[in-house]
């Protein structure tokens, strides 16, 4: 097995569900990736060394999703150089505390952070897909298939849309 590239954490396993969108996304394109949970909180030395150390274990991208207060993608993102992406799980203010938990890094050390829940954590997985794909011409190929997908799912769309408005 092929070391992966990308690495998916979560403060909680309840917060699987989500975080495996951004799994289907990155095997839509054919990158490796690692899943686990570590905890800003409640494993605050284990985050840190799993941060410090991701880069020599070939990790390129790190996705990490956390609901309340959200602190995992900083806590990662000051003990890295590695882009880390923070997808915001819903949770008792429907996400907005983990969106503004999460987005709200200060000046130094950034967090790129997608929308709350699911389509966010679908959106990391692509964005992860087009910072690898920056360097590796195979995934920027299958990232221009995908946006040619999408356009023509919304021409299918359009066209169908216009002949039932004929009817």
């Excluded at 092929?2 to 954490?9: C, F, G, H, Q, W």
């Excluded at 054919?30 to 985050?47: C, F, K």
């Excluded at 997808?87 to 890094?105: E, F, H, W, Y």
């Amino acid at each position: 097995m092929t070391k992966p590239l990308v690495s998916i954490v979560m403060g909680s396993d309840s917060d699987l569900e989500i975080m495996r969108e951004a799994a289907r996304a990155l095997d839509e394109f054919g990158i490796t990736y690692e899943m686990d949970v570590t905890s800003a909180h409640r494993s605050p030395d284990r985050t840190a060394d799993y941060a410090r150390n991701a880069a020599s274990n070939g990790i390129r991208v790190i996705i990490a999703g956390a609901g309340g207060a959200a602190h995992l993608a900083g806590v990662i993102a000051a003990h890295t150089i590695l882009p880390v992406i923070g997808v915001p799980i819903p949770s008792s203010l429907q996400g907005m505390d983990s969106l503004l938990a999460t987005v709200q890094m200060p000046a130094g050390i950034p967090v790129a952070t997608v929308a709350i829940g699911k389509s966010g954590a679908t959106n990391a997985g692509i964005l992860a897909a087009q910072i690898l794909g920056l360097a590796e011409e195979s995934i920027a190929k299958k990232l221009r298939a995908h946006k040619e997908k999408l356009a023509r799912g919304v021409e299918e769309k359009s066209k169908k849309m216009k002949e039932s408005s004929k009817e």
